[in-house]
């Protein structure tokens, strides 16, 4: 079935057939809202790190101390990374909208299990939970999302999905400044139930279906996805793939017998590490940086100001991935963290041995800010939309699953470290000039190995990175 002659259309609904060169094709009118749906899901993670801003943590019924707060949060952390391992047997074995659909069970036990009994260790087993939950919704969604999104604007959508971690993490800043934990709960379950009613209705990814063999519903969903029966280009292009089904351990060893394979998989885990090691996470987690140089800035203010710069650099960055490219934003983000984490490391430096630092208050304001805008044109972003471009298609849950395991296992390292140096230590210092010295190693990582996927199809990307 290389080139596909007829394309047959199974949905239900007002359509207006007419016959064109002896192909009858059927015309019909829709939104595809499948991408949107899906972002949607990834609100609620969002909303898993928001809860452990400072308003919901002095808002608990009982108080907790430093490192319980800490361990909170990277119980999170460690939970996604549990959940990407467990994608890698069941977004090929179940599909990517199944395994959605079925993270909706942890979410609600995550927030259930904090309503019903809010004690330490309930928080912890409940952050693990909702941890697993958001990483299956990450691995799947991310994937589902890739596999439905035109060529030409794969980038901006696999970044929109991204972006809903900081719409969600916004927006519970905004309830937790406004309610209290419970009315947090109970608005993140309905917004997890609303996905799931809406979600349930959107059809499986063409290139899911065509690994199960079922050709008819993978032209169904692709017409669908698309709003037009006019898909033979973009049907042989996804045929052209092997994308037969693979075991676990199979399809690496596939991808490794390439001549390209390995220098993919080096490419992609390193991408990975450099993601965690900007520190994204940490500007996330503690949002106790800017009262170590100010004590009038009123926290609740100052942690919705952080996070919407990043929501609007993030914005910037959507509109320029598919125009300038993943490589340049890469580059130019990582460039930008070095050099404003080094600023905050001598400042913080130069503060914690005694030098008076009040007429350099705007520096670390400043650097802090940029620091951020850094983070959100690029390593936050774009690094997730790389790995899900460059594998292949028989190959991509486990690879993918793989490395964001990897990721989020550093993201959990660094949180406990962050702990351990800065909240006991109180060495500022010491961090940022670490993470700017990582950055800068970065750098030359970013320009010798990272390729440019930039409006390459998916086959285009295995002829020039992996077969080439």
């Known amino acids: 079935m290389s080139n596909i002659k007829l394309y047959l259309v199974t949905f239900v609904g007002k359509k207006k057939c007419y016959k064109t060169r002896q192909l009858f094709v059927c015309k019909f009118n829709t939104n595809n809202r499948s991408d949107k749906t899906v972002c949607l899901a990834q609100l609620n993670g969002g909303l898993f790190l928001g809860w452990t801003s400072p308003m919901i943590i002095d808002d608990l019924p009982f108080e ?44 609600c036990l995550s927030w259930l299990l904090i309503v019903w009994n809010s004690t330490t260790m309930n928080l912890y087993i409940a952050r693990f939970i909702g941890g697993i939950a958001n990483g299956i919704i990450f691995t799947s969604g991310s994937i589902f999302v890739t596999e439905i999104s035109p060529t030409y604007i794969r980038g901006a959508l696999c970044s929109c999905f991204i972006l809903m971690d900081y719409c969600g993490n916004l927006l519970g800043y905004v309830i937790g400044s406004l309610g209290t934990v419970q009315q947090y709960s109970y608005v993140a379950l309905s917004l997890a139930m609303l996905q799931f009613v809406m979600f349930i209705w959107f059809p499986e990814t063409p290139y899911y279906l065509l690994r199960q063999k079922k050709f008819e519903a993978a032209m169904d969903s692709l017409i669908f996805l698309r709003g037009t029966a006019d898909i033979s280009e973009e049907m042989d292009s996804i045929m052209a793939w092997d994308v037969g ?33 900007s520190g994204s996470i940490i500007l996330i987690g503690y949002q106790t940086i800017f009262e170590n140089y100010n004590d009038e800035l009123q926290e609740t203010y100052t942690n919705i100001v952080l996070i919407t710069v990043q929501l609007i650099t993030c914005l910037v ?30 400042y913080f430096y130069v503060q914690e041995n005694s030098v008076y630092t009040m007429d350099l208050q705007i520096l670390p304001l400043v650097a802090i800010l940029f620091y951020v805008v850094s983070i959100s044109l690029g390593l936050a972003i774009v690094p997730y939309v790389i790995i899900n471009e460059i594998f292949p298609i028989y190959a991509k849950v486990t690879c ?25 230590y109180n060495a500022y210092s010491i961090a940022f000039l670490c993470i700017s010295a990582l950055n800068v190693f970065s750098i030359f990582y970013l320009v010798f190995y990272l390729p440019e996927t930039k409006r390459k199809s998916f086959l285009q990307i295995r002829k020039n990175f992996i077969e080439g």
Request: hydrophobic share 55%; charged share 10%; net charge positive.
């Open 245 to 277: 089904n693979k075991g676990t351990l199979s399809s690496i060893f596939d991808l490794i017998s390439q001549s390209g394979g390995k220098k993919v998989i080096f490419i992609s885990i390193g991408i990975m590490m450099l993601q965690a090691f």
């Open 64 to 107: 907790i101390t430093t490192n319980e707060a800490s361990w909170l949060m990277s119980m999170f952390k460690l939970g996604m990374s549990f959940g990407c391992f467990v994608s890698i047997f069941i977004a090929d074995f179940i599909g990517r909208k199944i395994s959605i659909l079925l993270a909706i069970i942890p979410t």
């Open 400 to 424: 993918i699953s793989f490395c964001f395991y990897v990721n989020f296992m550093w993201s959990f390292i660094m949180l406990r470290i962050w702990n351990v140096v800065v909240l006991e």
């Open 317 to 346: 960055c959507i509109s320029l991935v598919d125009r300038l490219g993943r490589r340049p934003l890469m580059i130019i983000s990582t460039v930008g963290v070095s050099s404003f984490s080094f600023l905050l490391g001598i």
